[in-house]
């Protein structure tokens, strides 16, 4: 788990060791909010197609029922992300703005709290309380804010919900990114099962074109954390690859057993 370290502006040690001075770089800006969706879409559809197509190849089933059940899947997955992105993020909408509504209650009746509360807050943002100079600019922000209520509704949003409004997620854009993803992360275990006759071969073929897709999709993320791409994609191809031998031995298991009663 990433660890995040507020208070200091210190760069990265790579960057300390460099005589040189690195490259300026822009931040993602709006598209940042969007990056959860783009990685759980086509990483969803990569690995839970995957391991569907493993179980019904172990099960022994010929390739055009696999073909069938792959592009059934593919296309249940992706309405099925696009209604769960697209609920989600227009019910936290909806969350968030119940409790706008509730904070312009709170600041029109009990203004002397939410300013007091707003003193507290100053510290998420590097204020100090015990110097100066602190003090100075805590007393000059809180004028400020006490006598405009619209400003303060503003920042209390800010710092008390964490929420600007330039970040706020599109629920419909939100839902069409994570289904269309997922259906072009299924790709790469659907293809192969059109192509070939053999289930053996097919399997074989998903495999490699998945694991592709995954050492891919470690490139693209490592361009969103700035992190070398090599350790998240081998994280993610060993889960995958365990998610499809268990899978895979499910359907060996579940051949075996209707073979037995038959």
């Known amino acids: 788990m990433t660890e995040f370290v507020y208070g200091s502006v210190e ?18 800006g709006k598209q940042r909010q969007y990056w ?16 569907l197509v493993s179980g019904v190849s172990g099960g022994g089933f010929p390739v ?6 792959s592009i059934s899947g593919a296309m249940a997955g992706a309405v099925s992300m696009f209604a769960g992105e697209y609920i989600a993020t227009k019910s936290q909408h909806q969350v968030l703005a119940g ?27 590097g204020i100090p309380e015990d110097e100066k100079i602190g003090l100075d600019i805590r007393d000059t922000l809180v004028d400020f804010y006490a006598s405009d209520e619209d400003a303060l509704l503003k920042i209390m949003i800010a710092l008390e919900f ?19 993803l997922f259906l072009l992360g299924s790709a790469p275990s659907v293809i192969p099962f059109a ?14 074109c998945t694991g ?12 969103a954390t700035r992190e070398f791409w ?16 268990i899978a895979y031995t499910i359907g060996v298991g579940f051949e075996s057993m209707v073979k037995s009663h038959s």
Do not use: M
Request: charge should be neutral; proline fraction near 3%.
């Open 99 to 125: 409790e706008i509504k509730l904070e312009k209650i709170h600041i029109h009746h009990y203004h002397r709290n939410e300013v007091k509360e707003l003193q507290n807050l100053f510290s998420l943002i």
């Open 212 to 223: 592709t897709a995954l050492l891919l999709v470690g490139i693209v993320k490592s361009c």
């Open 230 to 245: 090599v350790w998240p994609a081998i994280e993610n191809l060993a889960i995958t690859g365990l998610g499809g031998f």
């Open 36 to 51: 959860r969706d783009i990685i759980l879409g086509v990483n969803d559809g990569l690995v839970s197609t995957f391991l």
């Open 11 to 28: 760069a990265p040690a790579e960057y300390r060791k460099s005589k040189s001075k690195p490259a300026y770089i822009e931040h993602l």
């Open 64 to 69: 055009n029922y696999i073909l069938l059940t």
């Open 195 to 208: 192509l070939v006759c053999d289930q053996n071969t097919g399997l074989i073929a998903a495999t490699l």
């Open 162 to 180: 964490g929420v600007l409004e330039e970040e706020r997620r599109v629920p419909i854009l939100a839902g069409l990114v994570s289904g269309f």
